[in-house]
Every structure is written in C-alpha cells, then in structure tokens.
C-alpha cells in the first residue's frame, strides 16, 4: 500500500452530504452537480489529489444515475487517474464498478465486462475478506446481468451462483440485499426467455421480497419491473398479487423516478411497451414506443435503442 494520504473526512463528508441532500430531494440536480465541482476546484487548488478523486467519484456515481453516461466516464476516468498512485484497491474497485455500469447502459458490454473483471482483480488485493467480497459479489452480478443482454444464459447463470456464493461471506447479510436482488431479477431473466414460466415467477417473487426489505427504490423499481414481465405471460397462483402487469410497471417506473433514475425509468418503459404488445394492446404499445425511442436516443443507451427500433418493426 502506498503511505500517501486517504481523502479527508471533513471533504468526505462534505461530499457524502451533497449526495445525500440531492437523494432525499432537497437539492436539485443541476445544484448537486455545481456544488461537487466547487469541491472539485477546492481540492485541485489544495493539491490534495486524494479529495479531488473522491469528488470526481462521486460526480461519476451523480451522473450515472441521471443517466447523463459520457459524463459519469469522464468523471471515472479523472477519478481513477487521480485515485491510482494511491493503491486505495477499495475506491478503484468502486470507479470501475461504476464506469463499468456506464458502458453497459451505452451497450458496449466487451468494455463493461472488463472494467468489471478489473474491480473483481482490485478487489482480491484487499485483506478485509468482507471488503473483498463484497466488491466481487457486485463485480460477478454486474457481469452476469452483461451475459443476460448479450444471450449467453448458461455463462450468465454461472455467474448469478458465484455472487450467491460470494455474498454469504458478507459480515451484515442484509447489506447483500442490493446484488441478491440483481441476482435473483436476473435469473428470472433466464427461466422467461427459456419459458419456464413457473421458475421465472418464484425468482422474481424472491426478487420482490428481497426488494421489499431494502427499502430501497431502485431495488424496489427493479423487482416491480420483473414481476411486470413475468405475470404478462403467467398468472401467479397467489391471489395476494395483481394480475395486472401494469401495476407493477407503474410501480416500477414511481420507484425509479423516486431516485432519478432515468436509464432504469426508460427500460421499465420499453418493458411496458413489450408487454402492453404481448397482451394485444398495440396502439398503446406504439404510442410510449415512440417515447422510448426518443429516450434511448438521448440517452445514449445503443444497445437498448436498438432493441426498440428492432421492437418497433415487430408491431407496425
């Protein structure tokens, strides 16, 4: 490791508290982003690189919500040129983590899956045993979710049991509610696309549990969004849950804003469209296709783009 100092508390939580501010609603976007390079500047006129990494971080971590993804890269990009010389595996396992969802979102899935395996790698140099798996539990999901769009289920699936494995390591069980979500929302993915209806609705039921107990909007966004697919094509026996999809897509896309979650918003959107398609409603399913479309483009999500454009020909 190298003796060169971590970020300072004070800066730290000066950071922490402009993010914390901008997810509970109090500060806008656009004032979240202003207030962070004002940090920015502090840090870089204080020659603490240290600071100015975290700050940078922190901008990738704002800017990949909003779904605004060239700009959460460059910011990864300056944080991990900035974080490097400080052999801090934690924080450039964290950088990768989050340039890695950039890519995936902007369907280059070869560059996602290797910043992905290089925070899985960062993560090995650690001696906290917890701290290391949680970082690789996050690192095989996120792989695994990049298998699942590309078609490769059977690889995808190897990778949903290793972060089943991984997260029993974990020292708060409940802190591993975010990747078992993923994982269980992932495999459902598998069994709907093999139609194996009945397995697709027991994993996104225990995706929705799981959500349930977080508490948190973007896992809760998630489950809602994967129960929505399933129940288009499979009545659940439980009477206790709608059997209309789009109370779960309306569900899904409420907890997703709740966050600012633009890029998971439009993906919940399209979902609804497909469903809307599989149950015969098509002048409805064209009519948010056309929104979709236009989402994706400014979002620059490539690989989902093209999957509404592909869509769109289906329904015409």
Request: glycine letters at 4%; one cysteine or more; proline letters at 3%.
């Amino acid at each position: 490791m190298s003796d060169l100092p971590p970020p300072t508390p004070e800066f730290n939580q000066a950071c922490l508290a402009i993010l914390a501010e901008w997810r509970g609603g109090k500060l806008l976007f656009n004032e979240a982003v202003a207030r962070l390079y004002v940090l920015v500047q502090r840090a870089s006129a204080d020659r603490n690189k240290a600071n100015q990494a975290r700050a940078e971080q922190l901008l990738a971590n704002l800017q990949l919500t909003r779904g605004n993804l060239d700009a959460c890269i460059q910011h990864a990009q300056r944080a991990r040129i900035l974080a490097t010389p400080y052999q801090d595996f934690n924080r450039l396992a964290v950088i990768d983590l989050t340039e890695g969802e950039a890519w995936r979102y902007k369907g280059n899935f070869d560059q996602a899956i290797r910043l992905y395996r290089s925070a899985y790698e960062e993560a090995s140099r650690l001696d906290d045993i917890h701290t290391q798996s949680y970082l690789q539990t996050f690192a095989v999901v996120n792989i695994g979710l990049v298998l699942v769009a590309m078609g490769r289920m059977d690889e995808a699936q190897i990778e949903f049991e290793n972060g089943i494995s991984l997260s029993k390591k974990w020292d708060d069980p409940n802190a591993a509610l975010a990747p078992l979500c993923e994982i269980h929302h992932g495999m459902a993915m598998i069994h709907l696309q093999n139609r194996h209806h009945k397995e697709a609705w027991d994993e996104a039921l225990r995706a929705y549990e799981i959500a349930q107990k977080s508490d948190d909007p973007r896992l809760i966004g998630l489950a809602n969004r994967t129960i929505g697919a399933i129940v288009t094509v499979h009545t659940p026996s439980d009477t206790s849950y709608s059997t209309n999809p789009d109370d779960y897509f309306r569900a899904s896309i409420d907890n997703f804003r709740r966050y600012n979650a633009e890029a998971e918003t439009t993906r919940t959107m399209f979902a609804q469209v497909v469903s809307l398609a599989q149950r015969g409603n098509l002048p409805s399913a064209r009519r948010k296709l056309q929104q979709v479309i236009i989402a994706f483009k400014q979002l620059g999500m490539a690989d989902d783009l093209q999957q509404a454009l592909n869509f769109r020909k289906t329904i015409l």
